[in-house]
């Protein structure tokens, strides 16, 4: 009797429930009336989607009338609709969201139609990303205008806008939903490695040029900002699964894979949660550029390994070679041997090689250094968001990021094989209607990752090793020794190996056999990939750490973070936008010494910034000003001040047609390797130049000399400190190079002082409208801007005395005369600020507009350029501008050329362009890149189908030497439910 009783109640409220509830039906068209797929319709609390025809039914939650459903899609407007009739069917027409309607955030901090935003701004919305046609959301960015981006291997590409940027590019900021996605060590982003899967993506914004005054430190040439969908807004699993071929002439054709998904559920009005998981997997771009380079500059020289004289052979990927020898180093052995006379030894003598007659060593490839050339990434994120309130007045949101893998990374002096990295990032938010607080914590790890550079160095030394000592002493001779001793056994054996010179003695002029049998000679206990030796060496090298003769890194650091910002516009009664906000962040770097000067003590940082904006509109809402003002300041350096103006007036009747102009300014504090850094090398040591590091700094050195009062040669053992290297050192070039010498003068004192952030000031101007031309409306934006520098950061080497003083005037002390004559100094790449003033400038312009109803088309140019009003560093200081003077990129698309068929196609052309770098210098040839894409939509599985491919020209490209030469990817992906 129970039962039956449970079962009529249990029918009874459903049938009531169900009568409270009514379905009603209706249709979904685009402008042209055409049936709108998959667009959204929510009544409230639930929501539907219109099927292939653009029909949809849904449930209103009662029976009352009127009630309210929304329908939107991304890239339209969306229309609310008021149902005041059950019988009646809904018909709806969505218009495509002009560029001038969208919303952005970034300019401001607050929500704005991106037509009103103060500054230049670029975006990329969901729209954008579903019919791109390149490999990813990420690689798209690059078609932006006035966005540029290296390529530094497969899938790790660094964006970065007005130029002023090598491979680590930490002059330009990337956040993902407020969290900076810079790596702790490097304080640089690893582009999208550690950022957002394909599915989540909901929007991207970036702001060219400084954006310090609201963003802080390190907002130098500008910021992006990544958007990832709410799980409110954003539910069901999507699916995405892609492969293809990556085709490049070093490395052949090789298969790639890329798979991502994403699961959202909308728990109830007040929980939700999301995970995303992604992989991909790929060759590497092989880097195979073996041209040569000079070992001291490293500029792009002529020369190859295998040239008849090869003498000084130093190829961009070739690691090792910058080992060499000094022949006249050998002159002690030689005279031992009988080689050589014992006059030879006389100062004076020209019997012997003269100094400066170096012979570098044979190197090894990349591709012999690094064993798997593939690169692997995986991805994880998940996060759980509350609304206590059921709606987004308030909202706490608990969030992390996983990102693992392989893949190769350039460096400042060598290129580095990441193995089993590590990045994390967790979050805890809380924002409401006009306020946030946000902590995250990063940390990373990087796993077995090695040196390339050192791991090459070290196996020559595991070669030298091997060299019996000489018979009858306890010295073991060097490969350099080796060299020489074969070099005089030929020419002393047969004189017609000499050439017409006739002086044995000099390498350039010798039969090339001579060379050629020489090195032979010197690599006979060389380690020869593909042998066990070889093999046993380079696992040893790669698995001890570089502070222990090996060549692998150690990275385990984080830093936490803290930021927070408040809106007083709804306390003002909207009578102005008015923020202030706040960050806080503590860097913890751990190295082992391998990256920074840690081995002995450890290295924190904190950095604190406070700012302030005020946003008001006059002259009847056409006259828009904006004020910023932001106090920042770290530990080791003076507290910065950076400011921001800008006033917009609209124009027209409509108010369409928008002038801006702004006065922005920005800072960069210099990366934690630049104020620690430590690198001892057989050459010369790197210093970054904090106080702190420079106070850490004391090394041993050991100085024979001749006592000008005695005549006595003296041995004597002395240390070289931080304050020598900023105190008591010359430039190394007014002491050894002879050009600069006759030019600039010699031994010139070097007064470069402790490091300092940089800073730019910039003046821009702006126009955006929406020109109504024979009823197509075409979207201009136009942007101009000039921009001050000062305090850039660069390396400049010295020399100091071990023994002695320099004097102000560049005058020595007799000691310290003594020490230069003998070569009793060490040398040293300080990194410090150049005095040489630059100024950077540039103008773009982009149009975009629809031609035939659907066809959509877009083009833009873009010219940045730089001066230097004068050389204040001895042409020891070089920008790394690394940026083409033109560019020009154009798109051409129909989503719906046919029903369920749509292509996209992407064009960009670059002007050749010089590279800077402390790793390489030379020039970048012109490019033309297309991009193109096929898609074909099945409604009824939910999916969309995308073949395509992109630099289908098939000329590979570099974007900077020592890169991998880019070649052409080919793709079909499938996406379900997106």
């Known amino acids: 009797m129970l039962k039956k009783q449970l079962v009529m109640i249990v029918f009874t409220l459903a049938m009531l429930s169900s009568y409270a509830q009514v379905k009603i039906s209706g249709s979904v068209y685009d402008e042209y009336l055409e049936p709108f797929y998959n667009a959204k319709i929510s009544n409230g609390e639930t929501f539907v989607v219109s099927d292939e025809e653009g029909n949809f039914s849904i449930l209103l939650p009662s029976n009352t009338l009127p009630q309210t459903i929304t329908i939107s899609a991304f890239g339209f407007n969306t229309e609310e609709v008021s149902i005041v009739s059950f019988e009646k069917k809904v018909n709806v027409v ?90 702790p060590a490097l304080n640089t982003s690893a582009g999208n490695l550690s950022g957002v899967s394909e599915l989540d993506i909901l929007s991207v914004e970036i702001l060219p040029g400084a954006s310090s005054a609201l963003y802080g430190a390190n907002a130098y040439n500008g910021i992006m900002i990544m958007d990832t969908k709410n799980p409110f807004n954003h539910t069901g699993i999507s699916v995405l699964a892609k492969g293809g071929m990556t085709s490049q002439e070093a490395a052949g054709n090789n298969p790639f894979y890329d798979v991502s998904t994403r699961m959202a559920y909308k728990f109830s009005d007040a929980f939700a949660a999301k995970v995303n998981f992604s992989y991909f997997e790929a060759e590497e771009w092989h880097a195979t550029d073996n041209r040569n380079k000079r070992i001291d500059t490293n500029e792009i020289i002529n020369g190859s390994f295998d040239a008849p004289l090869s003498l000084d052979y130093d190829g961009v990927n070739m690691y090792g070679d910058e080992d060499f020898a000094d022949l006249a180093s050998s002159t002690p052995v030689l005279v031992y041997l009988g080689y050589l006379d014992a006059s030879s030894l006389d100062e004076d003598s020209t019997l012997n090689f003269p100094v400066g007659t170096h012979i570098s060593r044979k190197g090894y490839s990349e591709r012999e250094l690094v064993k798997d050339y593939k690169s692997k990434n995986i991805k994880f994120s998940t996060s759980l968001h509350y609304r206590p309130f059921k709606d987004e007045s308030l909202e706490i949101q608990l969030a992390t990021r996983i990102a693992m893998g392989d893949n190769m990374f350039q460096g400042a002096a060598s290129r580095f094989a990441q193995r089993n990295y590590y990045i994390g990032q967790s979050k805890l938010e809380i924002k409401g209607d006009n306020f946030f607080v946000r902590g995250y914590y990063t940390r990373n790890d990087a796993g077995n990752t090695y040196d390339l550079t050192r791991t090459a160095q070290r196996l020559n030394s595991l070669a030298d090793a091997k060299i019996p000592v000489l018979s009858g002493t306890t010295y073991r001779p060097s490969w350099g020794d080796y060299y020489a001793i074969q070099y005089m056994d030929l020419v002393n054996n047969n004189s017609s190996l000499i050439g017409a010179s006739g002086n044995p003695f000099n390498v350039s002029d010798v039969d090339s056999r001579v060379i050629a049998m020489s090195r032979e000679f010197a690599d006979q206990y060389r380690l020869n990939p593909g042998t066990a030796e070889f093999t ?50 503590n860097y913890n770097p751990e190295s082992k010494g391998t990256i920074f000067n840690d081995a002995n003590e450890e290295i924190s940082i904190e950095e604190y910034g406070f700012y302030t904006q005020l946003q008001k509109k006059f002259l009847n809402d056409r006259l828009k000003f904006t004020g910023s003002i932001r106090y920042d300041k770290s530990e080791n350096f003076s507290p910065n001040y950076s400011p921001r103006l800008a006033l917009n007036y609209a124009l027209g009747e409509e108010k369409l047609h928008i002038i801006r102009a702004s006065y922005q300014t920005g800072f960069r504090n210099p990366t934690i390797q630049e104020q620690y850094m430590f690198l001892p090398s057989a ?296």
């Open 536 to 585: 046993n060496g380079f696992n040893s090298i790669t698995s001890t750490l570089i502070t222990e003769g090996g060549s692998k890194i150690y990275d385990k650091s984080a830093y936490a973070h803290v930021d927070a910002n408040y809106n007083f516009r709804s306390l003002l009664n909207d009578w102005a936008d008015v923020q202030v906000g706040g960050s806080y962040r």
């Open 94 to 183: 969505l218009k495509e969201n002009l560029l001038l309607d969208q919303v952005v955030i970034s300019a401001s901090r607050t929500p704005e139609k991106i037509i009103e935003s103060p500054v230049t701004i670029e975006r990329l919305g969901l729209t954008d990303i579903k019919k791109s046609s390149s490999n990813s959301f990420y690689d798209a960015l690059v078609n932006l205008k006035g966005v540029d981006a290296r390529e530094v291997s497969y899938g790790y590409k660094s964006i970065n806008t007005r130029g002023f940027a090598d491979f680590n590019n930490s002059r330009f900021v990337q956040l993902v939903d407020g969290m900076d996605t810079a790596a």
């Open 683 to 978: 050459r010369k040591t790197a210093i970054g130049s904090t106080a702190d590091n420079l106070r850490r700094i004391v090394i041993p050195t050991v100085s024979r000399y001749e006592d000008p009062t005695t005549g006595n040669t003296v041995t004597e053992n002395s240390i070289t400190t931080g304050d020598d290297i900023i105190n008591n050192a010359l430039l190394t070039r007014s002491v050894y190079d002879l050009d600069f010498i006759n030019d600039k003068g010699q031994n010139i004192k070097s007064d470069y002082k402790e490091i300092q952030p940089e800073e730019v000031k910039t003046f821009e101007l702006g126009y955006r409208s929406l020109l109504n031309i024979n009823d197509t409306n075409l979207d201009i934006d136009f942007n101009a801007f000039y921009s001050i520098h000062n305090d850039f950061v660069f390396f400049q080497d010295v020399v100091v005395p071990n023994i002695g003083n320099v004097i102000a005037t560049g005058q020595l002390d007799p000691l310290a005369d003594e020490a230069v004559r003998t070569g009793s100094v060490t040398e040293f790449n300080l990194i410090t600020n150049a005095k040489s003033k630059i100024n950077s400038y540039g103008v773009g312009i982009g149009l975009n507009t629809k031609l035939f109803r659907n066809f959509n088309i877009g083009a833009n140019y873009n010219f940045t350029d730089f001066e230097m009003k004068e050389d204040l560093d001895f042409g020891s200081f070089e920008p790394n501008f690394n940026t083409p003077k033109h560019s020009v990129k154009i798109q051409f698309g129909n989503e719906k050329l046919f029903k369920n068929f749509g292509f996209n196609i992407n064009a960009r052309w670059r002007d050749k362009y010089r590279w800077v770098s402390t790793f390489v210098k030379g020039d970048v040839k012109a490019r033309t890149v297309l991009d193109a894409q096929l898609n074909y939509r099945v409604p009824s599985l939910k999916s969309k189908f995308k073949i395509g491919g992109t630099n289908l020209f098939g000329e590979e490209y570099q974007h900077a030497p020592g890169l991998g030469n880019i070649g052409s990817l080919y793709y079909l992906s499938w996406i379900i439910n997106n």
